[in-house]
């Protein structure tokens, strides 16, 4: 698979919590270079990335990141604020509490009051696979596409764990046709970007590709 493609499916991803001004710019700059489809930041970056990208790139941040047992309306006001700082694309954590104690018509209803808030702006609901049973994992499939989410999202990069092929298969068979997967946590090779690819994700949430798209294209 040519680098070119993979890139146009990364969300060039940094939420670090030291992440400085200097480290936004760099991302935001690589991004436009590279052509990568979005960044990811924090929510505190979106103005200023803005700045830089002006208009050119689209900007990812997060909600209820990383353990996502925030409240309902906490997480609304979340996306409130990022969809006004000029925000394109939420990537949200579901309340695993909440799956682990089977309220999945709870999760569900949360997910469908973000993505009515987001309207047209694209929703990616990361359900932190490494926390789940199969069996959680396959309703997590058919809740997120019937609250009508644009994505589901296996990792934050923050828990245990991150992206599987096996995860990846397992969505592709259990979510509606019209929701995209997005795979993170853990991508650090092309080779991983192209399987993650063809096994059916439509994202990539990773840091490195455009690292080694420098040595590779440069």
Do not use: Q
Request: charged share 25%.
């Amino acid at each position: 698979m040519d680098i070119k493609d993979i890139l146009k499916k990364v969300d060039h991803t940094l939420l670090s919590p030291v992440a400085t001004k200097k480290d936004i710019e760099t991302l935001c700059l690589d991004s436009l270079k590279f052509n990568t489809a979005s960044v990811c930041i924090p929510s505190c970056y979106i103005e200023y990335a803005r700045s830089i990208l002006n208009n050119k790139g689209k900007i990812c941040t997060v909600i209820g990141f990383p353990l996502g047992y925030g409240l309902e309306e906490d997480k609304l006001a979340e996306c409130e604020h990022a969809l006004n700082k000029g925000a394109d694309e939420i990537d949200m954590v579901i309340n695993i509490c909440n799956v682990k104690n089977k309220l999945f018509n709870v999760v569900e209803d949360e997910i469908r009051n973000i993505k009515n808030l987001c309207n047209n702006n694209i929703l990616k609901v990361i359900i932190e696979t490494c926390y789940l049973t199969e069996e959680e994992k396959i309703r997590m499939c058919h809740v997120v596409s019937n609250a009508g989410a644009d994505y589901i999202k296996t990792s934050t990069g923050f828990g245990n764990g991150g992206a599987t092929i096996a995860d990846i298969v397992l969505m592709k068979k259990y979510v509606s046709e019209n929701v995209k997967i997005k795979a993170a946590g853990g991508i650090s090779s092309l080779k991983d970007a192209e399987d993650f690819i063809l096994s059916g994700a439509d994202r990539l949430g990773t840091s490195k590709i455009v690292a080694l798209a420098k040595e590779t294209m440069i």
